[in-house]
């Protein structure tokens, strides 16, 4: 194998350590992110605010009201029992019930607005409980995925790094060090394969003499327009 096929293939395999890399950053970053869950649980608390004080209203016109019955009940028995006379007392009497009669008519109106806005309140609820629930279930399967492509990628990389040894142990010195001297300028890719007298990255084709001096792959030769190192595969 020609020293420019031998550092094409080192590159290629750099290219997919680096996509592996760049994959693996990509999950550590998705496993420790819980943002969609959490938003999801402040709407379930959210709605719990709601629904609360809700009750409290409920609970506190109910108890005025049974309070009020038993004030018109106690009224009602003062009434009938016989006891007053005095028709001014009577009067004042009856009124009284009927002011507790009208008091009540309004909190079981305001009774009955709640008690409704109370089941929004649950509806609301149970439907952030039940996002909260999908949000979990979807969020545990993708960990597990993520997980999975986690470990396959931590094997891959073992294999890619060994692949790597075996790429350099076909490298000479010189090779290698021109080739480390041309990789940050290329983006990581120095070498281009020389594919029907062009050159496959930037697709320029080449003049005769290179190509039959890639051909020949004794010396490194550089495509005449970006410069990277052209490896010939035979046959392409
Ligand atoms: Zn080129």
Redo the contacts with the bound molecule.
């Keep these: 194998m020609s020293q420019a096929m031998a550092l094409y293939h080192l590159q290629e395999t750099e290219l997919q350590l680096l996509r592996g890399q760049k994959r693996l950053a990509e999950i550590a970053t998705a496993l420790e992110d819980h943002q969609a869950i959490d938003q999801a649980q402040a709407a379930v608390e959210a709605a719990q605010r709601a629904l609360s004080p809700l009750q409290t209203r409920a609970r506190n016109l109910e108890l005025e009201i049974q309070s009020n019955l038993a004030k018109i009940q106690n009224a009602d028995e003062a009434l009938y029992s016989g006891r007053i006379r005095n028709p001014k007392e009577l009067q004042d009497l009856q009124q009284e019930i009927q002011a507790l009669k009208r008091r009540n008519a309004d909190l079981e109106d305001q009774l009955l607005e709640t008690m409704l806005a109370i089941e929004e309140a649950e509806a609301s609820l149970a439907q952030t409980r039940q996002a909260l629930e999908q949000t979990t279930a979807a969020w545990n399967e993708q960990h597990a995925h993520l997980l999975e492509e986690q470990k396959q990628l931590k094997a891959e990389r073992s294999k890619l790094l060994q692949q790597r040894e075996q790429a350099l142990a076909g490298i000479d010195a010189a090779s290698l060090s021109e080739y480390n001297a041309l990789k940050p300028r290329k983006q990581n890719q120095p070498i281009?394969l020389l594919i029907g007298g062009s050159?496959a990255?930037?697709g320029?084709e080449q003049t005769q003499m290179l190509v039959s001096e890639a051909m020949q792959g004794r010396t490194l030769v550089k495509?005449l327009?970006?410069g990277?190192i052209l490896a010939y595969r035979p046959g392409s």
């Design positions: 281009a050159c990255v930037c320029v495509c327009s970006c990277r």
